[in-house]
Structures are given as structure tokens and as C-alpha cells.
């Protein structure tokens, strides 16, 4: 059965021991691989690191912001997540929101509610092989501060058991790809919790994974640190869709990380695009 830790300190490995050095839009450098797939079991434990510390507040707040098709900062910041700031006060924006990013296309690409009609499919043709969701919207890339990193993502159902898959194009793998995980290990165990189904594998498909270089000798105190054991989670509603055509989220009290002990935190500075 394969682990999220495992997976990850192999990753960050090969991006340190074999990665070629590449430039990228902040101007930090990097040492990156191409097409690595990264994979967990659920009945292991919910993947979050325990090598460093991880937000699960910010990871939960993440979800829970795209499920509900929103795209402001104010969401976000009032709970705690400041991230995306940056990003926003480079860009030419001044309306409060990241453009029409992954919770618009979840919710509403071109009108159709994609997150609805995978919770109806995967009640009602769960063999389907169409229970995908997509972010990549070219015709409004132009007005996003960020085009999605995490593009897509797939579900598969069989013997009441649901994986899910991830595409990723760009995996900042010290800081980004963490919450990464988290964020679809939750999404996946929702959509488990609210079919009546069995949590199976949860698999990353990763383009561009990258270090940037001043994360570097971070990523060498990650690889030192050894394993612990993966938390639970408590989730007390999953996702449903209702008769009225719209989708029942859980509420932020409804979902918790019981028995995390990770090592403390490493400082990494976050890059962004100049």
C-alpha cells in the first residue's frame, strides 16, 4: 500500500538529486522534473504531511472556497488564508477577486455546474467513465490573476469503492503541493462520505514538479525528518447534490483532523510572479 510520505520524500529526492536546473516566471530558478505520479491510500491514513506542518485550516478553507463556486480574497482571508494576496496585488486587478479561477469553472463553465453533475453521475452512473471536473477554461485564462495549476480531476468507482485522480500542470513541490494533496484527499473523502462509498486511492498526476532554489536546503531538513503516523479525519456530512438542481456542502465545523502530530514547520519564502 503505497503512503503519501513515502511518495512525497521519493519526489522531493528526485528533484534533488537528478532535477535540471530551470527558470520560471518569478525569477527564483528551479530544479524540476516532468510527469511524475504520485499516489496514496486512504485506509492509510488522510494524506497530510507529517514531516513538516501543515495548515489543514488553510487547505479545508481552500475546498471548501472552490466548492461554492466563490473567487474573492474576503472568503479566504477571513479565514485565515493570505496567500493568494500576493498574487492578487501583482496582477491588474481591483475587484477583490482572483478572476474567474477553479471555483467559477467548478461551478459554472459556460453555465454548466460541473460539480453538481459529478455528484448526480456518481449516484446515478456511477460506471460512467465521464466523472471528471475541469478548471482549463482558455477563453478566460486572460482574466484570471493565476491560470489553474491543478486543472482536473476524475473519479472511479467500482466494488463501492471511489478514487480519485488529479492533474496538475506546475507543482511547487516544497510549498504548494502539500496542500495540494490535503486539499483533494478532503475533496475525495467528501465525495466518498456523501455516496455512501469507501475512500480508495488518491493519485496526483504531476506535470512541471519543481524546487525552487531557495527551498532547496528546506527540502534536504524534510528529507532528514522520519515518518509518523497519519491523522484521521471526521468529517460529519459529505457532498450530496439535491433534487432542486443545486449541491449540499458541509460547513467547516463539520470537518476535523483528529491525532495530527507533525514535526514543526519549515520557513520557506513563497515566489511570485514579478
Same mark, same amino acid.
Not at 163 to 187: E, H, K, N, T
Given at each position: 500500500?503505497?503512503?503519501?510520505?513515502?511518495?512525497?520524500?521519493?519526489?522531493?529526492?528526485?528533484?534533488?538529486?537528478?532535477?535540471?536546473?530551470?527558470?520560471?516566471?518569478?525569477?527564483?530558478?528551479?530544479?524540476?522534473?516532468?510527469?511524475?505520479?504520485?499516489?496514496?491510500?486512504?485506509s492509510?491514513?488522510f494524506?497530510?504531511?507529517?514531516?513538516?506542518?501543515?495548515?489543514?485550516?488553510?487547505?479545508?478553507?481552500?475546498?471548501?472556497?472552490?466548492?461554492?463556486?466563490?473567487?474573492?480574497?474576503?472568503?479566504?482571508?477571513?479565514n485565515?488564508?493570505?496567500?493568494?494576496?500576493?498574487?492578487?496585488?501583482?496582477?491588474?486587478?481591483?475587484?477583490?477577486?482572483?478572476? %474567474?479561477?477553479?471555483?467559477?469553472?467548478?461551478?459554472?463553465?459556460?453555465?454548466?455546474?460541473?460539480?453538481y453533475?459529478?455528484?448526480?453521475?456518481?449516484?446515478?452512473? %456511477?460506471?460512467?467513465?465521464?466523472?471528471?471536473?475541469?478548471?482549463?477554461?482558455?477563453?478566460?485564462?486572460?482574466?484570471?490573476?493565476?491560470?489553474?495549476?491543478?486543472?482536473?480531476?476524475?473519479?472511479?468507482?467500482?466494488?463501492?469503492?471511489?478514487?480519485?485522480?488529479?492533474q496538475?500542470?506546475?507543482?511547487?513541490?516544497?510549498?504548494?503541493?502539500?496542500?495540494?494533496?490535503?486539499?483533494y484527499?478532503?475533496?475525495?473523502?467528501?465525495?466518498?462520505?456523501?455516496?455512501?462509498?469507501?475512500?480508495?486511492?488518491?493519485?496526483g498526476?504531476?506535470g512541471?514538479?519543481?524546487?525552487?532554489?531557495?527551498?532547496?536546503?528546506?527540502?534536504?531538513?524534510?528529507?532528514?525528518?522520519?515518518?509518523?503516523a497519519?491523522?484521521?479525519l471526521?468529517?460529519?456530512?459529505?457532498?450530496?447534490?439535491?433534487?432542486?438542481g443545486?449541491?449540499?456542502?458541509?460547513?467547516?465545523?463539520?470537518?476535523?483532523?483528529?491525532?495530527?502530530?507533525?514535526?514543526?514547520?519549515?520557513?520557506?519564502?513563497?515566489?511570485?510572479g514579478?
Amino acid at each position: 500500500m503505497t503512503n503519501i510520505e513515502n511518495e512525497y520524500k521519493k519526489l522531493l529526492s528526485e528533484i534533488l538529486d537528478r532535477g535540471l536546473d530551470k527558470s520560471d516566471r518569478t525569477g527564483t530558478g528551479t530544479k524540476s522534473v516532468f510527469g511524475r505520479t504520485i499516489r496514496h491510500d486512504m485506509s492509510l491514513g488522510f494524506p497530510i504531511l507529517t514531516g513538516k506542518k501543515i495548515s489543514f485550516n488553510a487547505a479545508r478553507t481552500e475546498l471548501l472556497w472552490i466548492l461554492q463556486g466563490r473567487t474573492d480574497l474576503k472568503y479566504l482571508e477571513d479565514n485565515g488564508v493570505k496567500y493568494w494576496r500576493p498574487d492578487y496585488e501583482r496582477s491588474s486587478r481591483t475587484d477583490e477577486t482572483l478572476g %474567474p479561477v477553479y471555483g467559477k469553472q467548478w461551478r459554472d463553465f459556460n453555465g454548466v455546474d460541473q460539480l453538481y453533475n459529478l455528484v448526480y453521475s456518481i449516484i446515478t452512473n %456511477p460506471d460512467s467513465r465521464r466523472l471528471m471536473v475541469s478548471a482549463w477554461a482558455p477563453h478566460e485564462m486572460n482574466d484570471m490573476v493565476l491560470p489553474p495549476c491543478h486543472y482536473a480531476f476524475q473519479v472511479y468507482i467500482n466494488n463501492g469503492v471511489i478514487d480519485l485522480m488529479w492533474q496538475q500542470r506546475s507543482a511547487d513541490v516544497f510549498l504548494g503541493l502539500p496542500y495540494d494533496i490535503a486539499m483533494y484527499g478532503l475533496l475525495l473523502e467528501m465525495l466518498a462520505k456523501g455516496a455512501d462509498l469507501r475512500a480508495g486511492q488518491l493519485i496526483g498526476q504531476l506535470g512541471d514538479c519543481h524546487l525552487y532554489n531557495n527551498h532547496l536546503q528546506q527540502a534536504k531538513q524534510y528529507r532528514l525528518r522520519s515518518k509518523r503516523a497519519l491523522p484521521k479525519l471526521q468529517l460529519e456530512r459529505g457532498i450530496n447534490a439535491n433534487l432542486l438542481g443545486g449541491v449540499n456542502i458541509p460547513d467547516a465545523s463539520e470537518i476535523k483532523l483528529l491525532k495530527y502530530n507533525p514535526y514543526p514547520a519549515i520557513k520557506a519564502e513563497l515566489s511570485v510572479g514579478k
